[in-house]
């Protein structure tokens, strides 16, 4: 079975829980870069939250930027002054329609975007925002990544790691990624189901969350976490404000691929 780990290096991942400010984008940028700061030249990738310019809101709508917005140059500038990736979603207008959107933005300024496919129906996300449709897999460092929202990871079969399909005799990926405004009152669905998408993947997990209360009252208790291939928890946060920073190792991945290869035996399907 081939391998790429030749190509693949041990990723030093970050994840950066805060307390998002309610409606205001400058605010969170400053926030945010401010955590992100003492980083520099110590991470290959950084994980913000989901929506981390606004907070989860259906109200956030009419703060949509566009791609040429400020929040994009300012995701590119805090990629390039940190020498790493940055990941983390906002909300876009293209067209007709607003989309929260993944951004995975890399030092030399390159953008990927990865659209929410499965909106909030509790929250009523579906009713004010656009649906995406496709899966994004980045390559970054010799790793394949799969960047999702929220929402997705209740929904197993869209982040399904295929064998012999995106590459020949390989999976599609080796690290699945979930942005998150994930409230405390779910936190167990939160903890339960990533450690699911590692065992069930063959993959490492990593999933961002907020803290602090939103202005719809709504109470996050973190719970950011990394989850090895096994389901075995490498960091998780608590209920505060915290960066934290975990190398993940690329060997043992390759090698529990090679001695339980239960991708062999996994049923083929076609994603509608």
């Known amino acids: ?32 870069g401010h955590l992100m700061a003492p980083l520099r030249g110590t991470t290959d990738l950084v994980l913000l939250p989901e929506t981390f ?27 390039a002054s940190l ?41 009523k996300e579906h009713e004010r925002y656009a649906a995406g449709r ?15 929202v929220c929402y997705d990871l209740r929904f197993p079969v869209f982040s399904r790691n295929r064998y012999d399909v995106e590459r020949p005799g390989q999976l599609d990926y080796d690290l699945l990624l979930y942005v998150a405004n994930w409230p405390s009152a779910r936190a167990l669905a939160w903890k339960t189901l990533l450690r699911a998408r590692a ?9 961002v969350n907020r803290v602090g209360t939103d202005g ?4 996050y208790s973190g719970d950011s976490a ?9 960091t998780e946060a608590a209920d505060e404000e915290v960066v934290s920073t975990m ?11 090679e001695r339980f290869p239960a991708m062999l035996d996994a049923d083929s399907f076609e994603l509608k």
């Open 1 to 32: 079975m081939p391998t790429d780990s030749d190509a693949m290096q041990d990723l030093r991942l970050s994840l950066v829980q805060g307390d998002t400010r309610w409606h205001d984008p400058a605010a969170n940028r400053a926030y945010y």
């Open 53 to 79: 310019t606004s907070g989860f809101s259906n109200e956030a709508i009419h703060q949509a930027e566009t791609l040429e917005g400020p929040t994009i140059d300012w995701l590119r500038a805090q990629a």
């Open 83 to 123: 020498g790493a990736a940055v990941c983390g979603s906002v909300q876009i207008r293209e067209g007709d329609g607003v989309f929260n959107r993944l951004c995975f933005v890399t030092p030399d300024g390159t953008l990927q975007t990865y659209d929410k496919r499965h909106l909030f129906r509790y929250a």
């Open 134 to 148: 496709e899966r994004l897999t980045v390559e970054w460092k010799g790793w394949r990544i799969c960047p999702l």
């Open 199 to 207: 065992i069930e993947n063959l993959c490492y997990v990593a999933g």
């Open 216 to 219: 719809n009252g709504l109470g």
């Open 226 to 234: 990394i989850i090895d291939f096994l389901g075995h928890p490498l």
């Open 247 to 257: 190398l993940l190792q690329a060997a043992p991945l390759i090698a529990h691929r």
